[in-house]
């Protein structure tokens, strides 16, 4: 019984000795998704479940070999021991209870971080002996990069061209296989600004260790400007679409005809408007510039005067060119 309660205490220091160690030691990247801190969590349990195992053994097996070691001239042989039915039950039972307490706590997990995600930013992944590739569809943008905003959950569906990649950024600590002819969805919700890196995690050939890609988290608004910037159109009717959108005209001013907070833009090129002060104005390029910078200068009757003056600070010459361009489109 006293060596019981000796190995028990050596059992208890050496754990907490262990956990030290492991905690002081950088054993994973910084986190960089809010995905990633509930992963994180499930890992220190498990450290902590590993680091008593790891002493319940060790402490026992030196404890026994240094306390019970033949002495001289003791040439007897040992106790015979036949079994311990308390011993195997609790041994049992206890690691079992362990590792369905575990189950539990990963199936919860998983069932959350699979959920699907509210308004989240589209991003199709591909993978493709030896690259990444990235597409917004929204913004019918194309990447070699991986740029997502901050805050907001991605949805990245996942798919290859040729064999088996595996999605990885180790920051976001969650990893996804890219299997040829399937999709497979990954929700990644960034809560750190940075740059990372995409890798391949699964032995993809002989460029496999080269498979990188940069992963950037940045502001929601460097995101919407990283978008701008990166449509591959030259059309301006299509650029402008793309820019109503992202801006938010879209939210006042319809493209079918509808009346919501301001003017639809169906038709509302070259048409005949009066003013609020009884003047009449034909919508032209002038005209449209100048209510997307001072939307309050000259105001159409029957409308209130809502819309922000910050465009003028916001869009440049050429995106406002590229909206009246799509205004323009509209003209019936
Ligand atoms: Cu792709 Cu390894």
New binding site residues.
């Given amino acids: 019984m006293k060596h019981l309660a000796v190995a028990s205490v050596l059992v208890v220091l050496v754990t907490v000795v262990a956990v030290t160690v492991l905690e002081s030691i950088d054993l994973l990247p910084v986190v960089a998704s809010t995905e990633g801190v509930v992963a994180d969590r499930l890992f220190s349990y498990q450290m902590y479940v590993i680091a008593f195992l790891f002493a319940l053994v060790a402490v026992f097996m030196v404890y026994s070999a240094v306390v019970f070691r033949r002495r001289p001239g003791d040439d007897g042989d040992g106790l015979y021991v036949r079994g311990n039915t308390t011993l195997e039950v609790t041994w049992t039972v206890i690691p079992v209870g362990v590792v369905l307490y575990f189950a539990v706590l990963s199936t919860e997990y998983l069932l959350d971080v699979t959920s699907a995600p509210q308004d989240p930013v589209v991003v199709d992944v591909t993978?493709a002996?030896?690259s990444w590739q990235f597409e917004y569809p929204e913004a019918a943008v194309t990447s070699p990069e991986l740029v997502l905003p901050l805050g907001r959950p991605a949805l990245l569906r996942i798919t290859s061209t040729d064999?088996i990649?595996?999605f990885w950024v180790p920051e976001f600590r969650l990893k996804q296989d890219a299997v040829p002819g399937l999709v497979r969805d990954l929700r990644i919700t960034p809560n750190r600004a940075g740059e990372y890196v995409v890798r391949?995690?699964?032995?993809?050939?002989q460029g496999?260790a080269f498979?990188l890609a940069d992963a950037k988290v940045v502001t929601p608004e460097e995101f919407e400007t990283w978008l701008m910037s990166h449509g591959a159109s030259d059309d301006p009717v299509v650029r402008g679409k793309r820019l109503a959108e992202l801006s938010g005209c879209v939210a006042c001013h319809s493209a079918d005809g509808k009346r919501i907070v301001g003017p639809t833009w169906l038709g509302l090129y070259g048409k005949e408007e009066t003013m609020a002060d009884g003047t009449s104005v034909t919508v032209d390029d002038d005209y449209l510039s100048e209510s997307i910078r001072e939307p309050g200068r000259r105001l159409v009757e029957g409308f209130s005067d809502v819309m922000p003056a910050t465009y003028k600070d916001t869009l440049s010459d050429d995106e406002v060119a590229d909206l009246i361009a799509y205004i323009r489109s509209l003209e019936q």
């Fill in positions: 993978g002996q030896w064999v990649h595996s391949c995690a699964e032995i993809c050939g496999h498979m």
